[in-house]
């Protein structure tokens, strides 16, 4: 296989990308009946190919979903960020749940108030309390009272957790 004269014209087109549409019918003529021409054609083209088809495949990630995928990212932080006050919440609304239980058992069963009532006599509590807290109208107040104190530190709970997270 001797060289062609042609071949650096022919090579020149191509590797300007030019080929075949600025060279000459001529040229065309000598590259498709050149046996050295034409398997230099096919071969720089075969390359080519194979090197647009690899770098298809080695597409980066779409900008779009990219930014899709940061924005769920956020917004999840957001949602738990929210949810950490909703939780205090319902701690709080938990415990107030329970006192309302309480004081609704222990206003509608008679045997409940008599067991409250009961209880300072059995184990002498009243000899704790001061005078005015010795009746079962003082006993009622302060029941009251500790079911308000209870109330109030729940309260106190769920703010300062919900504060601490934040
Ligand atoms: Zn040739």
């Not at 995928?69 to 949602?79: G, I, K, P």
Request: glycine share 4%; charged share 15%; aromatic share 6%.
């Amino acid at each position: 296989m001797t060289a062609c004269s042609r071949e650096p014209e022919i090579r020149s087109l191509l590797d300007r990308g030019h080929w075949p549409a600025a060279a000459s019918p001529e040229l065309t003529a000598h590259a498709a009946a050149c046996t050295r021409c034409s398997q230099l054609l096919l071969l720089t083209q075969a390359f080519r190919a194979d090197r647009t088809r690899a770098a298809a495949s080695v597409r980066l990630e779409a900008p779009g979903v990219l930014w899709w995928r940061a924005q769920l990212r956020r917004r999840n932080a957001d949602l738990q960020r929210l949810q950490r006050p909703l939780l205090g919440a319902q701690i709080f609304s938990v415990l107030l749940s329970l006192v309302a239980a309480a004081i609704f058992l222990a206003s509608q069963s008679k045997a409940t108030l008599a067991w409250i009532a009961a209880v300072p006599h059995v184990l002498h509590f009243e000899s704790l309390l001061p005078e005015p807290l010795q009746s079962p109208l003082g006993l009622a107040a302060l029941i009251a009272g500790i079911l308000a104190l209870i109330a109030a530190v729940a309260k106190a709970l769920a703010y300062a957790t919900s504060e601490t997270r934040d």
